[in-house]
């Protein structure tokens, strides 16, 4: 890896880019237990489609995906990596840990997903917190609304969603 002009690091030209074969293999990974995991489902029909289907489909959309990695990072082709901001990282995780929490402790989808919508802007370097967190919940709303009276899908209810 040599750093460009611009800070990014990119694979020297025609040498092949080990970390794009990690990410091939991860990848490779994920497909495979989503394709053991899609097996383990029991079958609820008798003809047609079943619950295993989708998981399958979308396994095989990540080999490939996998193969396509794999043969560009063999090729050296790899776009160059930019560099990571820990601070927005960690607000995306933090806004992660936020909607489980919420959500493991009551607090419903809306709350939880409007603190997810409110912390991965802040990493995305917005600083409108108030407007974010008007906008979050008034999209927040509108989905859950949506899974909840269209498609009638539970999502976890709070006590936002109980006065809806």
Same mark, same amino acid.
């Given at each position: 890896?040599?750093? &460009? ?11 092949? &880019? ?147």
């Amino acid at each position: 890896m040599t750093p &460009d002009s611009a800070g990014t690091e990119t694979p020297a030209s025609g040498s092949v &880019d080990k970390a794009g074969i990690v990410i091939a293999a991860l990848l490779a990974a994920v497909a495979l237990v989503l394709v053991y995991d899609a097996n383990q489902i029991p079958a609820t029909t008798m003809y047609g489609m079943g619950p295993q289907v989708m998981p399958v489909v979308i396994a095989i959309g990540l080999g490939i995906l996998a193969l396509a990695n794999l043969i560009d990072a063999v090729r050296g082709n790899l776009p160059p990596r930019e560099s990571s901001d820990p601070v927005a990282v960690l607000l995306i995780l933090v806004g992660l840990a936020l909607l489980i929490g919420i959500i493991c402790f009551g607090g419903g989808f809306i709350l939880a997903t409007t603190a997810l919508f409110v912390t991965t802007s802040a990493a995305f370097g917005r600083r409108a917190f108030v407007t974010d967190l008007v906008i979050g919940a008034a999209l927040t709303t509108l989905i859950y609304l949506a899974f909840d009276r269209l498609l009638t899908l539970s999502l976890p209810a709070g006590p936002l969603e109980r006065l809806l």
